[in-house]
């Protein structure tokens, strides 16, 4: 009798190491999955670019410097884009982030690139990419930090350590400018 006790108890401990090992492999892949996604929106975006740099080529033909900084950045961003590089693709992010906005703003300055279609059509596209990318990153770091909390609970962590499980990083924004409230006057 004290045999089979032995034996249920050793079952149960197997059973609930093995579960909690699955657990730990499940969310792994949940976040892989997860940066998989993010990986195939900034492929989409990143083909986008080129499109949108050469219709502004047409018009701001002078604003040479502008156009080779977003091509820069995205350039950076496409080196970057990979699981174990998190850091260095979120910074590329931000960079590209910050390019584009000047060349957005180069529309102010060109009244025949602000009424083109195509440019339009573009600048559109992007912002729906852009929408797209926003709720792939948080799917992203709401994985990262289940992930995360899971390897640092115990008996998890137990395991976690035992079989290599480590710490995830998030896709976090560097930019300061992004995370300001913006400044709304009524005159």
Known sequence: MEYIILIGV??????????????LVTLRNRVKNAWSQIDV???????????????????????????????????QLM????????????????QLQSTLKSLFALRESYPDLKANTNFLDLQEKLKGME???????????DSVTRYNTEIEKFPA???????????????????????????????
Do not use: C, W
């Not at 050793?10 to 657990?23: D, S």
């Open 157 to 187: 962590n137990l395991i976690a350590s035992m079989f290599g499980f480590k710490a995830m990083e998030l896709f976090e924004v560097e930019n300061e400018e992004v995370r300001k409230a913006p400044k709304v006057k009524f005159d």
């Open 79 to 94: 080196a970057a884009q990979s699981e174990e590089n998190v850091k260095e693709a979120a910074k590329a992010e931000n």
């Open 10 to 23: 050793i079952a149960v401990i197997i059973l609930l190491f093995a579960g909690k090992y699955n657990r």
């Open 131 to 141: 929408d797209k990318l926003a709720s792939v990153r948080q799917y992203y770091s």
């Open 41 to 75: 929106r900034l492929q989409q975006r990143n083909d986008l670019i080129p499109n949108l740099v050469n219709t502004v080529k047409g018009y701001a033909k002078h604003e040479s410097e502008t156009l080779e900084r977003v091509i820069q950045a995205r350039n």
